[in-house]
């Protein structure tokens, strides 16, 4: 539904090539990474995210990053085997014939100036959106990386927590970081008020309400609250509540807070190079 309007800026037939590779790589390569250890896990899903991101995320603000990405990142923390994957590569191989058939459709009419060759050569480390999209490709698989070593389940949700407040501006940055925790923190709050008053019979639904606020919310804050029914509703079952609380949340701060130091340091490390050039 996504791609009904979103494009990838550049002709359609090398758009839709890349989408159809984008769902190959988010099939096998979460699969893959699960099978490693978090270092080289944390390798492939660089090289997997570099491809996401540089080719399928070129402009910033049309998000494609929060559907590629958190595609990603949700099939690599789902991961499933044996006749659960078999079912998965045949849905995702209808997903892309779908997605690839109602992109095309909508975009084949459109004239675009650039092509792939053009994306590579807009590849300059002095821009902020080159270094936006390094920081996206390296800090994700980095918190997946520390997380694992750190043993904490659930690490992908640190890992979207680092790439929802990744943005190609400091100030953005700082207001995703705050608006991502207090949100948390009231998502928690309400979720585990939900929990103590509804029928456990109904606890499932909980999930299906975030996903509608979700879908009304226009403000990230409200995004970050309504996102976390959803997820606590699925870890409760395994954690329990207090474990799933306490998961949510500090897998949720570590990620913000890692993701803007790493955009911090990044960033300087930049502004000096560039001095010292």
């Given at each position: 539904?996504?791609?009904?309007?979103?494009?990838?800026?550049?002709?359609?037939?090398?758009?839709?090539?890349?989408?159809?590779?984008f769902?190959?790589i988010?099939?096998?390569?979460?699969?893959?990474?699960?099978?490693?250890?978090?270092?080289l896990?944390?390798?492939?899903?660089?090289?997997?995210l570099?491809?996401?991101?540089?080719?399928g995320?070129?402009?910033?603000?049309?998000?494609?990053?929060?559907t590629?990405?958190?595609?990603?990142?949700?099939?690599y923390?789902?991961?499933?085997?044996?006749?659960?994957?078999?079912?998965?590569?045949?849905?995702?191989?209808?997903?892309?014939?779908?997605?690839?058939f109602?992109?095309?459709?909508?975009?084949?009419?459109r004239?675009?100036k650039?092509?792939?060759?053009?994306?590579?050569?807009?590849?300059?480390?002095?821009?902020?959106?080159?270094?936006?999209?390094?920081?996206?490709?390296?800090?994700?698989?980095?918190?997946?990386?520390?997380?694992?070593?750190c043993?904490?389940?659930?690490?992908?949700?640190?890992?979207i927590a680092?790439?929802?407040?990744?943005?190609?501006?400091?100030?953005?940055?700082?207001?995703?970081?705050?608006?991502?925790?207090?949100?948390?923190?009231?998502?928690?709050?309400c979720?585990?008020?939900?929990?103590?008053?509804?029928?456990?019979?109904?606890?499932?639904?909980?999930?299906?309400?975030?996903?509608?606020?979700v879908?009304?919310?226009?403000?990230?804050?409200?995004?970050?609250?309504?996102?976390?029914?959803?997820?606590?509703?699925i870890?409760?079952?395994?954690?329990?509540?207090?474990?799933?609380?306490?998961?949510?949340?500090?897998?949720?701060?570590?990620?913000?807070?890692?993701?803007?130091?790493?955009?911090?340091?990044?960033?300087?490390?930049?502004?000096?190079?560039r001095?010292?050039?």
């Amino acid at each position: 539904m996504v791609f009904r309007n979103a494009d990838l800026g550049i002709h359609t037939g090398q758009s839709t090539m890349l989408l159809a590779l984008f769902f190959v790589i988010m099939t096998v390569c979460p699969h893959l990474a699960n099978q490693f250890s978090p270092v080289l896990g944390m390798l492939l899903n660089i090289a997997a995210l570099a491809v996401l991101i540089l080719f399928g995320c070129h402009n910033p603000f049309m998000f494609n990053q929060s559907t590629l990405v958190l595609g990603y990142l949700l099939l690599y923390g789902y991961d499933v085997t044996g006749k659960s994957y078999q079912m998965r590569l045949v849905g995702m191989a209808f997903g892309a014939a779908l997605t690839c058939f109602v992109f095309y459709r909508n975009h084949k009419n459109r004239t675009y100036k650039r092509n792939l060759k053009d994306l590579i050569q807009e590849f300059d480390i002095t821009s902020s959106r080159t270094k936006w999209q390094i920081c996206q490709i390296l800090c994700v698989p980095i918190v997946l990386c520390i997380a694992e070593l750190c043993n904490m389940p659930r690490a992908m949700w640190a890992g979207i927590a680092a790439m929802s407040t990744i943005l190609p501006f400091m100030e953005d940055m700082h207001y995703r970081v705050r608006k991502r925790i207090v949100g948390n923190i009231a998502g928690v709050i309400c979720f585990t008020v939900l929990y103590f008053l509804l029928p456990s019979s109904i606890y499932a639904y909980i999930g299906i309400l975030g996903g509608i606020g979700v879908g009304f919310s226009a403000q990230y804050g409200w995004q970050a609250v309504f996102n976390t029914f959803g997820a606590l509703a699925i870890a409760a079952e395994t954690y329990g509540l207090q474990g799933a609380v306490s998961l949510r949340v500090i897998q949720n701060v570590f990620g913000v807070v890692f993701a803007l130091a790493f955009c911090v340091i990044f960033y300087w490390f930049m502004s000096k190079k560039r001095k010292v050039m």
